[in-house]
């Protein structure tokens, strides 16, 4: 890679980890954005030990749709041409208090799905006039088909994921890529305290999954692999029965 790797969430455990395996496969120039004032110095530490000659930190504020494409037209202006990039935000919410409380609702909807929309939208447009580069978006088994004990945060998912697939489609032939990664429950910061759902995997894990298929130029991969078939056999399962599922 020539290029700068972007990684939006730059604090996500799991860009984190897809950053570092770039790093260590040879990519050299990375981006770190988060919101601003985040602490971002393990992050770097971690990059620049796995083989990054650069790497800098910037703020990024996901919810603040005007600003996005300022802020990726600066990224270009001041570190070339962009080879990844990795929608790593987002948030999970309270699903407790999302079914009673609208604003709540809608910031979860509006992080996870609004903003990624956004952003995507911007960046494509920039990686045609490049002619090249890679989109790494992360949707959930979660958006595959939602449940009720997590529909806020699988229905944004879900639009994520449509979304995507149409702008693969719509990026067909152009040079741009784009790998939508389907992982289930992930053990992590952003789950814990919860119980693990089967089917678990690690931030690791997704990130040796989505680079692997990343370097395949693969459209979509599942982490791990097994939930392609099962929920294959979910889509099938009658609504009452799906109603009572857990998270």
């Known amino acids: 890679m020539s290029g700068t ?5 730059g604090r996500s455990e799991i860009g984190t980890a897809v950053a570092q395996r770039l790093a260590a496969g040879g990519a050299k120039r990375f981006v770190l954005a988060a919101r601003p004032g985040a602490d971002l110095s393990e992050q770097v530490t971690t990059l620049r030990a796995a083989g990054a000659e650069v790497v800098e930190t910037a703020g990024f504020d996901a919810d603040d749709l005007a600003r996005h494409r300022p802020f990726l037209d600066r990224v270009v202006a001041e570190h070339g041409p962009l080879d990844v990039v990795v929608l790593a935000f987002g948030i999970l919410g309270d699903q407790a208090r ?7 609702a809608a910031a979860i ?22 002619g090249s580069g890679s989109l790494v978006v992360f949707s959930s088994v979660a958006g595959v088909r939602v449940r009720r004990a997590n529909y806020v945060y699988g229905s944004a998912k879900a639009g994520l994921d449509g979304f995507a697939c149409g702008l693969a489609d719509a990026l067909h032939g152009t040079g741009v890529h784009l790998l939508l990664v389907r992982p289930g429950f992930v053990i992590g ?19 040796d999954a989505t680079v692997a298929a990343l370097r395949r130029q693969r459209a979509v991969v599942w982490v791990p692999g097994v939930l392609r078939p099962v929920f294959a056999v979910m889509r099938l399962l009658p609504r009452a029965v799906w109603r009572r599922m857990p998270r």
Do not use: I, K
């Open 98 to 104: 999302a079914e009673t409380d609208a604003e709540h």
């Open 109 to 130: 909807v509006h992080t996870d799905y609004v903003a990624q929309v956004a952003v995507l939208t911007h960046t494509a447009e920039l990686l045609r006039a490049q």
């Open 189 to 207: 910061r952003m789950t814990e305290g919860m119980s693990p759902a089967p089917f678990s995997s690690t931030p690791d894990q997704v990130a």
């Open 5 to 9: 790797v972007l990684v939006l969430g």
